[in-house]
Every structure is written in structure tokens, then in C-alpha cells.
């Protein structure tokens, strides 16, 4: 048993230390492309990355690096144990939209890989919701019995909600820095026009929803039937002794 977990946490260490390296390693690059790369693409040639592109490649490594130390400090300073198999779909995740996404720009070179990767986010933060409740309920020391069906719902609709929060903060940062996160541009720069310009938003938004629906379809399954699928997702936190 304490084998078992010596190698998760390497393993976890490992991982995590690969998708770091990948975050830090280009930095410097991007740097040097935003002082140096046009502003806009006056060739119309796709493939051709202009300055909002490396500001975006920037911000979201930038925002990978903190993420990728958000569980540590949680669970140094908050008490919070993150499942192993949550922290690897966490890491990975980070690894599919930073790094492969902006970095490589699979966005555009693998057909619906931003579609794959807000399925499955859709998918985790569902089962995050169902966290949600349990740390919630413990925290109050509510001692309300929630059904299966109540519990289920609120994991759908915090997994939305946070879809939702996601596109606001892509639309405003799009709108602030110029960026072309919401993809209303084609890759040469080209502005989409009329309902063209709302397909990737919406797609996301629905992605999210059904990805969220699955997992939360399963997590109600599991607690009506008493299945026992969600233990190896759910957060805890240590009780105060």
C-alpha cells in the first residue's frame, strides 16, 4: 500500500514537472515574438501569427503556471486532498489547452480539439461540483440529508455556471487585450461575421453542458444504487481535530 503511494506521488511529481517545463520553456520565445511579430497579418496568409497571438500564448502560460500550483497550496494551507486521479485530468487538461492548444496551436491544426477539451472539462468540473457539496455539507455540519437527485442537479448547474464564467472571461480579455480567445477571427485574422462569429461560443457553452451531463448522470446513478463510482474523484478536507 505505501508502495503504491510512493509511486502515485512520483508519478503526480513527474507529470507535474513535465507540463511546468513545458509552460516555462517557451517563454522566452513568446516574449521575443511580441516585440518583434506584426500587428496585424496585411499578407492574409494563414499560419502567419501576429502580436495579439503571442500575448495570448503569454497570458495563458502565465495563468498554467499558477494553476499548476493551486492543489499544492490548497493542500498545504487549506487541508484539501485532491484525488490522484482528479490532480492527473487537471494536469493533463492544462497540458491539452496551454501548451498543445496555444503553444502548438492545435486549436487550429487538430479538427475540434477545443470541443474535446470543453467536453471534458465540462466532465471534471462536473464531478467538482459533486466535491462542491460534500465539503460544503461537512463544513456546516449541516446535518441535512441532500438526495441524489438535489446533489446531482447542483453539480449540473455549477459545472455550467462555470462554462459560463469561462466565455466572460475569454469575451473580456478578448475585448481588452485584443486577443482571439472567443475564435470570432479566422487564423489569417479575418473577423467572422453574423452567426459564423457565435458558433465557437455556443459550441463550447453546449459541450460544457453535455460533458457536465454525463458525469452528473453517472455521479446520480452511482448515488441512488450506492455504486460507489464518485469516491475516487471526490475532494476532502482533513477535520480540525
Known amino acids: 500500500m505505501k508502495e503504491n503511494m510512493k509511486n502515485t506521488r512520483n508519478f503526480k511529481k513527474i ?8 509552460f516555462v520553456f ?19 496568409i494563414e499560419n502567419i501569427k501576429v502580436k495579439s497571438d503571442y500575448v495570448l500564448m503569454l497570458l495563458q502560460c502565465l495563468l498554467g503556471i499558477i494553476a499548476l500550483f493551486i492543489p499544492k497550496f490548497l493542500s498545504k494551507n487549506k487541508k484539501i ?11 493533463v487538461f492544462l497540458y491539452g489547452a496551454i501548451f498543445l492548444g496555444e503553444v502548438r496551436n492545435f486549436y487550429y491544426k487538430v479538427p475540434h480539439w477545443d470541443t474535446i477539451l470543453h467536453t ?12 462542491v457539496v460534500s465539503l460544503l455539507t ?8 441532500l438526495s441524489p437527485f438535489f446533489i446531482s442537479l447542483f453539480a449540473l448547474c455549477f459545472a455550467v455556471t462555470m462554462g459560463v464564467l469561462w466565455e466572460i472571461y475569454e469575451f473580456s480579455f478578448d475585448g481588452v487585450l485584443g486577443l ?6 479566422l487564423e489569417n485574422g479575418s473577423n467572422l461575421i453574423g452567426r459564423k462569429a457565435l458558433v465557437d461560443t455556443m459550441k463550447d457553452l453546449i459541450v460544457d453542458f453535455l460533458g457536465a451531463f454525463v458525469m452528473c448522470f453517472i455521479g446520480f446513478i452511482s448515488m441512488k444504487y450506492k455504486k460507489g463510482w464518485l469516491e475516487g474523484l471526490l475532494i476532502t478536507k482533513e477535520e480540525k481535530k
Open 26 to 44: 517557451p517563454l522566452g520565445i513568446i516574449i521575443y515574438k511580441i516585440f518583434t511579430s506584426p500587428t496585424v497579418n496585411s499578407s492574409n
Open 180 to 185: 482571439n480567445m472567443q475564435k470570432f477571427a
Open 15 to 22: 507529470i507535474t514537472n513535465l507540463v511546468l517545463f513545458s
Open 120 to 131: 471534458f472539462s465540462g466532465f471534471a468540473i462536473g464531478a467538482l461540483g459533486f466535491s
Open 138 to 145: 461537512k463544513e456546516k455540519k449541516l446535518g441535512i440529508s
Open 81 to 91: 486532498t485532491i484525488p490522484s486521479l482528479m490532480y492527473i485530468f487537471y494536469v
